[in-house]
T-cell receptor
């Protein structure tokens, strides 16, 4: 199916464990993003990527690692999960047109609980 | 003061009402403004996208930007129960999504 998919949809993990959230898009969009959404904070950008092998930090990157070896995949790794990383994580992708960025398409989200 | 302020609601209205959702911001460099709609347990989806000041209409939805007051609005006419969702405003100083700043979202409930 065409679109952007995240896996898993739900994850419970223990403090200190490494966790990887997967994101896959079928449009070959250049840009991909990871956001976290928390009550009281809204959506905050963790990392983004403008192309394969190009990544950059967003507003809240500490404790997270990303990679983008292929255009269609953008995994997010929590190196040592903490309770403060309990959140809903959204992946998104977009393809700029000229000087204007176009619509960002969001995945369904991964609900992560760190216990 | 947060860069983007948005009342979290919930805002409850009867079906058919005109709804007004608003955001204020402090960064005068913002010139790209968006409204996203997010249904429960789903990802946000783009509803409206405007550049600089002025109005933009799309069906029952109208987006207004007043840069002099640093104030943006989304109006929904003839609201429907299917409009019940959280509405997020977002804005940036350039066209790149890397610099997009979101409001916290306003929950809207439209009752039949």
């Amino acid at each position: 199916d065409a679109g952007i998919t995240q896996s898993p949809r739900y994850k419970i993990t223990e403090t200190g464990r490494q966790v990887t959230l997967m994101c896959h898009q079928t449009w070959s969009h250049s840009y991909m993003f990871w956001y976290r959404q928390d009550l009281g904070h809204g959506l905050r950008l963790i990392y983004y990527s403008a192309a394969a092998d190009i990544t950059d930090k967003g507003e809240v990157p500490d404790g997270y690692v990303v990679s983008r070896s292929k255009t269609e995949n953008f995994p997010l790794t929590l190196e040592s999960a903490t309770r403060s990383q309990t959140s809903v994580y959204f992946c998104a992708s977009s393809e700029p047109q000229g000087s204007m960025n176009t619509e960002a398409f969001f995945g369904q989200g991964t609900r992560l609980t760190v216990v | 003061q947060k860069e983007v302020e948005q009342d979290p609601g919930p805002l409850s209205v009867p079906e058919g009402a005109i709804v007004s959702l608003n955001c204020t911001y402090s960064n005068s460099a913002f010139q790209y403004f968006m409204w996203y709609r997010q249904y429960s347990r789903k990802g946000p989806e783009l509803l409206m996208y405007t550049y600089s000041s002025g109005n933009k209409e799309d069906g029952r939805f109208t987006a207004q930007v007043d840069k002099s007051s640093k104030y943006i609005s989304l109006f929904i006419r003839d609201s429907q129960p299917s409009d019940s969702a959280t509405y997020l405003c977002a804005m940036s100083a350039d066209s790149g999504y890397s610099t997009l700043t979101f409001g916290k979202g306003t929950m809207l409930l439209v009752s039949p």
